[in-house]
């Protein structure tokens, strides 16, 4: 398993853990990186101390490339860029924004960039603005997520041969064998979140870590479309949300409901009814909260059944 | 290419051409057979004198295997099942009803049963009614689809190793690539909707294949959730239903506005306004209408490069 985004961050398998709110800290970071991974911590929910403080306990936790995850849409990402520069952390995952406005920037200081988008257009805008990669999202990955809908599958055939930069595919993938069906179909790695976010290490909190292992096909939906699409677990409150979507409430009303607070309430005190879950729709086929070591072996082991699947196949 | 599917239905290849309405008469399924795959009549738009007529050209057209697609949801399906038995047909899709209803009096006719679902509780129900193998068809997939939206990414590692019977998986497979990677994920063969309704063969109006040729990322979307869910292609009328869906109007209005007819309209005699238009989220990767023996064998070397990546990368 080696290929350009193992050479780029100089880990040891494709794939990178999603740098996610309220579940991806310092812990999970490091501890997929020291796997061989290459680990994210989520920036979108600290405040700028807080990520401070994770930055530093992650390179005491590893000596392994780790990154950050910057969702360009949160009041903090000014600051939590100039202090990720002086923490001389070496890998950027930014999403949700314009990629021109930090890469030229960023890579002036040596670092890494790479954005997340969910289509071909945004994925030539962020090469023409210089990142290093892309990570092409579909649309059952979990929390926010593309307006168009279009799925990790798809994508990759839509996007297959038309980028110079490497690709990282995400949204769905859930085992080695899809980590597999994803490089051959181009990916030059994955990136991997709901297993992650249900893993040992993950600070998410136990009471949702049980619901993600619990949940079936049809139990994530994407939800609130009129304002960000993100995709949720089913629970009461997600149900509201549905039924003001069915009778067409005004997107104010939706905003008002929604209020602030909702996902730290949900994913991370363990509100498990009036809380946002984020979580994606591979969630389905989760059935264990395992350590990351343990994880990572499973999704090696799975990579190789694959292989010798195709091998057996055509021998 | 050998597997269970090839040897379940004496063919070539693991393709199996969707059964769609106002596509897939007796011209598209006898190429599809003769190119190797298994050809389908889609009975669903016709009525049972047409049907026969199809079953008996198609018997003139190919003396390979070919199959007929039956949804069970149409007044006709009784009286379908009489006449592909009279006319000798050996391989029958079912659709969107329950299993139970046909299979066993099928299969006594020495008759191949495949069933349509979208998760795996109907999966296992198909098992369990006796079918011999079972299209899993994801939230990619033109036409009529499931109310859970999971994507045939998601669907296949959910579904993996919990099957006795061969899996066929379907929606958003447009290329070599992605039959391998469905493959390498654990199904027996692929079923392709989208890339041969555009294809010289489909008996789909000319300038619906130009609309799918054209169409972009987001250009299809399932609407109409609230009767049956459909992926359509955007186009007046389905910006219309949007519309509908999202001031929240009561089914019966829907219903009463779609009216009867609309896909006929659409897709078969080309009224590109106000017909609708079903097709798959694959066909913003489409790019040329082609005949059927060029699909073939575009998507046979693009299967193989999709398995030398895997090769070089491993050696």
């Known amino acids: 398993m080696k290929d350009r985004i193992t050479k780029l961050f100089g880990i040891q398998y494709p794939i990178i853990q999603g740098g996610m709110i309220w579940c991806s800290g310092w812990r ?3 501890a997929v990186s020291n796997a061989g991974g290459l680990g994210l911590i989520g920036g979108g929910s600290m405040r ?3 990520f401070r403080e994770h930055i530093q306990k992650c390179k005491q936790a590893t000596d392994k490339p780790f990154g ?12 939590q860029i100039r202090i990720l520069i002086e923490e001389g952390v070496k890998i950027v995952f930014t999403s949700a924004g314009n990629p021109k406005k930090y890469t030229a920037m960023l890579k002036e200081h040596g670092i890494k960039v790479v954005h997340v988008v969910a289509n071909l257009s945004f994925a030539l805008k962020s090469q023409d603005a210089g990142v290093d990669a892309v ?6 990955a979990g929390g926010h997520n593309g307006r168009e ?3 990790t599958l ?4 839509h996007l297959a041969g038309k980028l110079e930069i490497p690709l990282i595919a995400a949204g769905g993938i859930g085992s080695g064998k899809a980590i597999f069906a994803a490089i051959a179909m181009g990916a030059d790695a994955v990136q991997i979140g709901s297993l992650f976010a249900a893993s040992q290490e993950s600070s998410a909190h136990e009471g949702f870590k049980e619901l993600i292992v619990k949940a079936n096909e049809g139990d994530t939906m994407l939800r609130m479309k009129q304002l960000v699409p993100v995709r949720l677990l089913k629970n009461p409150f997600a149900d509201t949300i549905e039924k003001m979507e069915l009778s067409g409430a005004p997107k104010e009303e ?6 602030k607070g909702r996902a730290m309430k949900g994913m991370f005190e363990g509100d498990l009814e009036e809380g946002e879950l984020e979580i994606g729709q591979i969630s389905s086929a989760i059935s264990q909260v395992k350590s990351v070591a343990e994880i990572m072996n499973d999704l090696i082991e799975d990579y190789k059944s694959a292989y010798f ?4 196949i055509h021998y």
């Open 68 to 79: 950050v995850n910057i969702p360009l849409l949160y009041p903090y990402s000014d600051e």
């Open 154 to 157: 798809v994508l990759l055939q």
């Open 149 to 151: 809908e279009t799925t």
């Open 254 to 259: 939706m905003a008002e409901f929604l209020g």
């Open 309 to 312: 699947r195709m091998f057996e």
């Open 135 to 140: 990570v092409v999202e579909g649309f059952e």
């Open 48 to 50: 700028p101390d807080l």
């Open 28 to 30: 999970l970071a490091s």
